[in-house]
């Protein structure tokens, strides 16, 4: 009789357990407490505005690391991220060899040796093709590319969480390529418009937009030509993975992840991170995506795509590049010229990428869902087990009867 109460008490006690684990765990999950201080300069070593574009340096120092993000729009617009095994490695630019734009080594991350990765990723070129049967085939009917090295760049404009960079070919006429780096993000977060991106204190946001571009057909579609560039392990592979479709980026099923893997193993040093989804308005809603498709990255000419970044050129002696295509918009859907509108956001980072859990509404949806049959099952253990007590004091009785 003592065994049965004690194994009652048990069972009890375990189911209030899991059940009060299963709620905590839906109210507090996810929470990366790694946290990064931040300082942001313009044109680091240099006091007037740089003649040939602005070079921003956001330094991110972990407990005994730092991450420098360097952003630039000398030549094609270029993210550097560089990682550091020490809090307190600096930047050095040799400003008039960078400006010529000539030789590596004019952008250095002091002490050298302090280095453990770096990758830089470089809005190459901008595509359009004329869509005649509206089967969204990228390689039919392109014009002639707009080199993204040859805009004329708006200088950078800061704000407390982001930079932004337009800039316009000579014959778009009107209208505007713009990028905005944001983030450099002191901890973990989630950005606030769509696609809602999940970021961490080792990544930054980039998003990209084409605002009132007269297209050069009614039925004109875009693509984007993206260059990543790295030493030792460039960003050489896309991995698609099944991403919870939750609240904050409905009917998208998916995520792509162009990763740098260190040799013979599976541990991904950097990556570039996006969901397969842009925007058709400045203001991103459900009823503006339009889908977008990648090309398999390609290894390309890595002195070839250096000569387009200033950046690259200056920071990588040996550069290697990897580059891809992302297309905007599949068949059926509308063109470019519907709303002369088109947006997308993508994260880099350092380390594992970033990997979506319910959100807090689903979560606690969950919780209720789960929790209201555990709490009847531990009301009901309960009162069986009471039961079960009662019972054999009862049975004491009868012999008295
Ligand atoms: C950082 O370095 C200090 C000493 O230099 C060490 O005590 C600490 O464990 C290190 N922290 C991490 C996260 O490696
Ligand atoms: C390129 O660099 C070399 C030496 O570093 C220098 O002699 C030459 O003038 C430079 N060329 C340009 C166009 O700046
Ligand atoms: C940082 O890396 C360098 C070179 O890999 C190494 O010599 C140094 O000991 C490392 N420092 C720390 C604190 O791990
Ligand atoms: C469009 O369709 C027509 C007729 O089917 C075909 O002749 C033409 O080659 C197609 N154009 C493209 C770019 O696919
Ligand atoms: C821009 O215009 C020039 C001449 O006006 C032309 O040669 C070039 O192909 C055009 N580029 C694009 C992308 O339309
Ligand atoms: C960010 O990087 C630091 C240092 O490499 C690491 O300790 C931390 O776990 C990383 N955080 C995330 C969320 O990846
Ligand atoms: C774009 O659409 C408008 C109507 O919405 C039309 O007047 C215009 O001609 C179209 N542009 C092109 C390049 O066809
Ligand atoms: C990676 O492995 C390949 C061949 O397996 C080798 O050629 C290359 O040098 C290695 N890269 C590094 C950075 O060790
Ligand atoms: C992107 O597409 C264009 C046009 O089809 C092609 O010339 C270019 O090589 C592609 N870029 C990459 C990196 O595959």
């Excluded at 080792?202 to 057909?217: C, E």
């Excluded at 409905?250 to 990763?259: A, G, H, L, N, R």
Aim: proline residues 6%.
């Amino acid at each position: 009789m003592a065994a049965t109460s004690r194994s009652c008490r048990v069972s009890v006690l375990l189911m209030f357990v899991s059940s009060v684990l299963s709620l905590s765990l839906g109210l507090f999950s996810g929470g990366d407490a790694y946290r990064r201080q931040l300082s942001v300069q313009l044109n680091p070593g240099l006091p007037l505005p740089a003649p040939g574009g602005d070079l921003l340096h956001v330094r991110a120092v972990g407990d005994n690391d730092t991450l420098h993000f360097l952003f630039c729009s000398q030549g094609a617009p270029t993210l550097l991220i560089v990682h550091t095994n020490t809090s307190s490695s600096t930047v050095k630019v040799d400003w008039p060899k960078f400006e010529a734009r000539n030789n590596s080594g004019s952008v250095k991350v002091e002490p050298e040796s302090s280095v453990l990765y770096s990758t830089a990723i470089i809005f190459s070129r901008l595509l359009e093709y004329d869509d005649v049967n509206n089967t969204a085939d990228p390689s039919s009917d392109l014009f002639p590319p707009y080199e993204l090295q040859g805009f004329q760049w708006s200088g950078l404009s800061l704000s407390e969480e982001s930079a932004q960079l337009c800039g316009a070919a000579k014959n778009f006429s009107s209208g505007s390529f713009c990028l905005q780096v944001s983030g450099h993000f002191a901890s973990e977060g989630r950005d606030q418009s769509m696609p809602h991106l999940l970021h961490t204190a080792n990544t930054s946001q980039i998003k990209v937009w084409l605002d009132g571009v007269l297209p050069r057909a009614a039925r004109s579609r875009f693509v984007l030509e993206v260059q990543a560039v790295g030493g030792a392990y460039p960003l050489s592979r896309v991995e698609i993975h099944r991403s919870i479709d939750d609240e904050f980026t409905p009917t998208i099923f998916k995520v792509s992840q162009w990763v740098s893997l260190a040799n013979g193993s599976s541990d991904v040093l950097g990556f570039l991170q996006w969901k397969p989804v842009a925007y058709r308005r400045s203001n991103p809603a459900l009823e503006y995506a339009t889908q977008c498709r990648h090309s398999e990255p390609r290894r390309t000419n890595g002195e070839e795509t250096a000569a387009q970044s200033a950046l690259v050129k200056a920071f990588y002696a040996e550069p290697e590049s990897f580059g891809l295509n992302v297309s905007f918009g599949t068949a059926g859907e509308p063109f470019y010229n519907s709303t002369r509108f088109l947006s997308w956001t993508m994260l880099v980072g350092i380390g594992s990428p970033p990997v979506d859990s319910f959100s807090p509404l689903v979560m606690s949806m969950m919780a209720v869902g789960l929790g209201t049959p555990m709490i009847l099952l531990l009301l009901g253990g309960v009162y069986v087990c009471v039961r079960k007590r009662a019972a054999p004091s009862a049975m004491a009785y009868e012999p008295i009867n």
